[in-house]
């Protein structure tokens, strides 16, 4: 299983909606059997396909419980029949408190809990090509645990005044993760939202050569169509499969397929 963390310490970037079309795409464009991993408190990707809940098993229980099934608990199938499985694992308000109990908790190790989970949740036999991870614009203990889970990062970025906040400061904790995770590959950043415009033709040029990390050549056009997916739930090559976005994220995934 090849475990792909969607991570930008800036917020409003659109990790959310990268990471729902992505795992999509890799289920229904190309066959994957995908689990897709909400990695933020808000669970915003869990709302999205209406598994949002406090009554079931979460990611929080993954990072604070020793049981090795508690993540198989915790899955909600979102495939059709007609599909292979592409299943998530839910996230709530309750990952606040679990990452504070997991830095508290020096009993065992702190940053490799989802990386056994999901090793564990293999042996076992839930057999996934790709793992998709959202993740919260944070450096807190979940997202370091997501970052040693993950063989690939991608780091989607809007172009504005603030685009290149962070990008150092997350290069840092992924050479920190390496520790844990030798393995881990920055495959790239790519543009969303991206309008043609001199602020994005200017940024666009500048991300090519001055932030020192690959960049994707496809970028995600904006249009008002991602914000309508938010309220159907449907991810954009379903719900709009001929508009600019949707086309663009098969693009990308093909991109990044082909690296």
């Known amino acids: 299983m090849k475990v792909i963390c969607v991570i930008n310490l800036k917020g409003g970037v659109g990790k959310t909606i990268s990471a729902i079309n992505?795992?999509?795409?890799?289920?229904?464009?190309h066959g994957a059997r995908v689990l897709l991993i909400d990695n933020d408190k808000q669970g915003n990707t869990s709302k999205f396909f209406g598994v949002h809940s406090y009554d079931t098993p979460s990611i929080a229980d993954v990072l604070?419980?020793?049981?090795?099934?508690?993540?198989?608990?915790?899955?909600?199938?979102?495939?059709?029949?007609?599909?292979?499985?592409?299943d998530i694992l839910p996230a709530n308000m309750n990952l606040l408190k679990a990452d504070k109990e997991v830095l508290l908790d020096v009993s065992r190790p702190q940053q490799t809990r989802l990386k056994k989970a999901l090793s564990a949740?293999?042996?076992?036999?839930?057999?996934?090509?790709?793992?998709?991870i959202d993740n919260?614009?944070?450096?807190?203990?979940?997202?370091?645990n997501a970052l040693v889970a993950a063989d690939d990062v991608l780091i989607p970025i809007k172009i504005d005044r603030f685009a290149f906040d962070g990008l150092q400061q997350l290069r840092e904790q992924i050479e920190d993760a390496r520790e844990f995770n030798?393995?881990?590959r920055i495959a790239g950043v790519f543009i969303t939202m991206y309008a043609r415009n001199n602020v994005n033709a200017q940024g666009e040029h500048y991300l090519a050569g001055n932030i020192g990390l690959p960049v994707f050549n496809t970028v995600i056009r904006s249009t008002v169509k991602v914000d309508e997916t938010t309220f159907a739930g449907v991810p954009l090559p379903a719900?709009?499969?001929k508009c600019t976005a949707a086309r663009d994220y098969e693009t990308l995934v093909a991109e990044?397929?082909?690296?």
């Open 22 to 29: 992505i795992a999509y795409i890799l289920n229904a464009t």
């Open 64 to 86: 604070t419980e020793r049981d090795t099934n508690t993540l198989r608990s915790a899955l909600k199938c979102l495939n059709p029949i007609e599909r292979p499985a592409f």
């Open 121 to 132: 949740m293999h042996n076992a036999g839930y057999t996934y090509d790709y793992a998709v």
């Open 136 to 144: 919260a614009p944070d450096l807190n203990m979940s997202v370091i």
């Open 182 to 184: 030798p393995g881990i």
């Open 239 to 241: 719900y709009a499969p």
């Open 256 to 259: 990044y397929l082909e690296m």
